[in-house]
Structure formats: C-alpha cells, structure tokens
C-alpha cells in the first residue's frame, strides 16, 4: 500500500473509529444508565423502586447486544401491581436503536481491523517511510477528530434541541421518538438531560483518546526523525 493511500485511509477511518468505540463503551454501561435514574430522580418520576430501576440497563444491554429478543419488560410497582413498561412504538423505537447500534458495532470492528491491519503491516516494513506514514495518519486522523468534535460540541452546547432532534430525523425513517414525557417511560427513564450528558461525555471521551494518539505519534515520529539523523550525517562523511 502507498504512503499516501495508507495516510488517507488511517485519517478517514481514525475518527470513526474513535467515537465508534466509545458509543459502544456507553452502550454497554449499564453503570451510566444507572447514573443518570439516580440524577434525574426516575424513580420519583416513574413511580418504581431503585431496586427495580436497576434491573432495566442489564436488559436493555442484552438487547442491544441481541441476547434477548425483546426490550419489553414487566416490572412490580409500589402499589403490588405489575407494570407493562414499553408501549408497542417505544419497542418499535428500540428496536431502531439496536439496528443503529449493531451497524455502529460492525463499521468499528471492521475500521479497527483495517487500522491493526495497517499498522502490523507499516511495523513489519523495512522502511521507514512506511512508519512515517501510518503514525503520520494516525495523528490526522486524531487531529481530524478533534477539530471535528469542537465544532460539533459548540453546536450541541448552544443549540442541543435542535441538534438532538436533527440527529433523530437523520438516524430514524419514523416519528416513534417522538415521546411524550407524561404517559411514555422510555422517555422517563431517559429524559432529554441524560442525552445531553451522555452526548458530552462521548465527546469528552474521544476528544481524550484523540489527544493521547496525537500526542504519542507526535513522539514517535520525533524519535524515528532523530534516528534518520545520525545514518544521514555517516554518508555525508
């Protein structure tokens, strides 16, 4: 592969990658939906006990990963009766989701592979410019990202509504997450507050890798440079 095929494609697929990771971090952490009933006083607002909250994200992180076949769940209240706790459009909506969130899982395991790929072939190389050339696309590709999630994250900090519903008319084909917070749980248990700190928080944590990457290839194509040095200045003797 050329140099500079390699450098567009790491630079191209780096960012993606990136926050493709992180979104499947967040997906996974049953621990923040969990943080967000107890910072939003969802139990207070839905009327089901801490102890059954906390049953809901391990169910809804299976399905999301495809080990249970539906998001519905039947959850005791504090009057003895039994909740039914998704109307049919919410697990519509849901089901949306995990479709959106499989696709997401696949292009970053695919993107992360390319990216290994690439860079167990430009470490096996005999030349340098191979190196070069894969930390040089690295450290765009982090760049890229960091540029990308500042613009972004002026526009989610000024603008989130109206970003936040953009985002839902881009990524869903129906109006199903259109909720209404007074009759539908879904939206209760994840009220407009918990995505804007999940969004932030997924910004944060890319934006936190991205600069660790630029950072490290920085420091290594400093180190490859300055053993180029000492070779170049032999032959010229």
């Given at each position: 592969m050329s140099?500079?095929?390699?450098i567009a494609l790491l630079t191209l697929l780096v960012p993606l990658v990136l926050l493709g990771t992180v979104i499947r971090i967040e997906m996974n952490s049953a621990?923040?939906?969990c943080r967000g009933f107890e910072i939003y006083s969802v139990s207070e607002v839905t009327g089901i006990d801490d102890d059954q909250l906390a049953s809901i994200p391990p169910h809804l992180v299976r399905y999301f990963n495809g080990?249970?076949?539906?998001?519905?769940?039947k959850i005791p209240t504090r009057d003895?009766?039994?909740l039914t706790l998704f109307h049919d459009y919410e697990l519509i909506h849901l089901d949306d989701v995990r479709k959106l969130f499989g696709l997401n899982s696949l292009l970053q395991s695919l993107g992360l592979a390319a990216i290994v790929l690439?860079?167990?072939s430009?470490?096996?190389?005999?030349?340098d410019e191979d190196k070069q050339g894969a930390l040089a696309g690295l450290r765009l590709g982090s760049s890229l990202a960091l540029f990308g999630l500042v613009a972004l994250g002026i526009l989610f900090a000024t603008q989130f509504n109206r970003m936040f519903a953009g985002f839902h008319m881009l990524a869903?084909?129906?109006?199903?997450?259109?909720l209404d917070p007074r009759?539908?749980?879904?939206?209760?248990?994840?009220p407009t507050g918990f995505w804007q700190d999940v969004f932030f928080m997924a910004g944060g944590l890319t934006g936190l890798l991205a600069l660790v990457i630029v950072l490290a290839t920085s420091l290594l194509e400093r180190k490859i440079a300055r053993q180029e040095r000492p070779s170049a200045d032999t032959e010229d003797v």
């Open positions: 140099r500079r095929l390699s621990s923040l939906y080990l249970e076949t539906s998001a519905q769940m003895g009766t039994e690439m860079l167990a430009a470490a096996c190389s005999r030349r869903f084909t129906n109006d199903f997450w259109l009759t539908d749980y879904l939206v209760m248990l994840f």
